[in-house]
């Protein structure tokens, strides 16, 4: 047990039916049938293989997109193809709790692995049903997907860490029927982060970027009113937002951005957190934008009117570089520009390197943020990458995470 969660170390395995979720989310080639990234593939499978080594029979269950963007929705398929080249002997099945899984769940054998298809092609898993019908996790344990899965189980392992901030019937409803445990990669991201807000080593800095705007403008309020950041270095959306509730002159097409982006609101807030703690917050001196293909820079004070600024400045850069290489803690979500396209990826790439470069115990998490570090080549550089990122910022918000509170309660469901 740890944090109050069973591990692997705590559950009975061979010969047993386990139902592992993990998060194997990626980035979908549709042209090919393929994907563009195998990450939170190779992150859970050890988990998946442990459980297969002990002699489980592994029923993998996972998500394929998001019904937010409802076009990016796809099978499994191709995900059963990455295990198998990881060396993991996986059986797929196009159905995720009608009969013909049934059927092929009851079938496998000691060691056997089964992933079935996008759980999220059953209506009760989308984010839709969660975010408008919000059933209790008592109500979970009453949908398809629990009611007709669960009885040919014996146990319920999670180890989708990425997913953890999600309130959906395969993340939170095994666990008000089925002994459940935590996976290899739950366990190291949720200890690793949870042991981070404990008690991080000092000057603890986060590195706060990119444009997931409330939950990061929610983190800061934690991390700061808690004492846990001694500096925060902003960059991206969040950068520019804070530098407009100071009334800096950003340029017009930077402000139009922020409120076309229904973020008005988050200048009163960006304007309160750093009149309390602003001794602590550093903000981007000088911007870059593009012209013409072209990346321009100026200090503040020098921005022209209509631009809109898509990276932190090369000072800037340097300045939270200083501040990295003297960290012993450092924390990053977000990336400190639009460092997709060449004349804003400055910023971004000059702060990754700075994170490859410390002594610091460094920590990313994002989608982007890790897409990035790729990019830069600094992934083994890095302390440790944490493949959630929405799950990793909500978690620093504080609040417990909807599967953490789960996995407590079938914890202490006896086996
Ligand atoms: P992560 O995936 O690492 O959690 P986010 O999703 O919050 O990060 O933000 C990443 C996105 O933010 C990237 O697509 C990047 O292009 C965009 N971005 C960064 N800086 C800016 C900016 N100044 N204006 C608009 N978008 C930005
Ligand atoms: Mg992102």
């Not at 293989?49 to 993998?60: F, P, Q, Y």
């Not at 959306?237 to 097409?253: C, E, S």
């Not at 009163?268 to 293909?293: C, F």
């Amino acid at each position: 047990m740890r944090f109050g969660i069973r591990t692997l170390d705590d559950l009975a395995l061979r010969g047993r039916t386990v139902i592992c979720r993990v998060d194997m989310n990626q980035p979908v080639d549709r042209e090919k049938g393929t994907l563009k990234s195998t990450n939170r593939i190779r992150a859970c499978a050890p988990t998946l293989r442990e459980l297969s080594e002990k002699g489980a029979r592994v029923v993998i269950l996972a998500h394929q997109g998001s019904d937010i963007e409802y076009k990016n929705y796809y099978t499994t398929k191709p995900h059963a193809d990455v295990l198998r080249s990881l060396g993991l002997d996986v059986k797929w099945i196009d159905d995720v709790c009608g009969p013909a899984a049934r059927e092929a769940i009851k079938a496998l054998k000691d060691g056997e692995l089964l992933l079935l298809d996008n759980v999220r092609f059953v209506a009760e898993e989308q984010t839709l049903f969660e975010t408008k019908l919000k059933l209790t996790h008592e109500q979970q344990a009453h949908t398809q997907v629990v009611e007709k899965l669960a009885p040919l189980a014996d146990a319920y392992v999670c180890d989708a860490f990425a997913a953890a901030h999600r309130d959906q019937p395969s993340l939170c409803g095994f666990e008000q029927v089925l002994p459940s445990a935590m996976g290899r990669l739950f366990e190291k991201e949720f200890c690793t982060v949870s042991e981070l807000m404990e008690s991080p080593a000092r000057p603890c800095v986060f590195v706060l970027g990119g444009a997931k705007i409330s939950d990061a403008f929610l983190m800061l309020q934690t991390v700061l009113g808690k004492g846990v950041a001694d500096c925060v270095l902003t960059g991206g959306l969040v950068g520019n937002i804070f530098l407009a509730a100071l009334g800096k002159d950003i340029g017009q097409g930077s402000v139009d951005f922020i409120y076309k982006s229904n973020y008005g609101e988050y200048i009163d807030r960006a304007r309160e957190l750093y009149e309390q703690y602003g001794e602590k917050i550093m903000l981007p001196s000088d911007l870059a934008w593009v012209e013409n293909g072209e990346r321009c820079e100026a200090v503040l004070g020098g921005i022209p009117a209509g631009i809109a600024s898509v990276d932190i400045g090369s000072a800037t850069a340097a300045a939270y570089r200083d501040v990295i290489m003297s960290a012993k803690t450092v924390f990053v979500n977000g990336p400190m520009g639009v460092f997709e396209q060449g004349p804003s990826e400055l910023g971004t790439k000059m702060v990754w390197q700075a994170l490859a470069d410390t002594g610091a115990h460094t920590v990313l998490g994002g989608g982007d943020s890790i897409t990035a570090a790729e990019k830069y080549q600094v992934t083994d550089k890095m302390g440790y990458i944490c493949t959630g990122g929405g799950a990793l910022i909500r978690f620093l918000t504080g609040e417990e995470l909807p599967v953490v509170k789960a996995l407590r309660h079938g914890s202490a469901i006896p086996e």
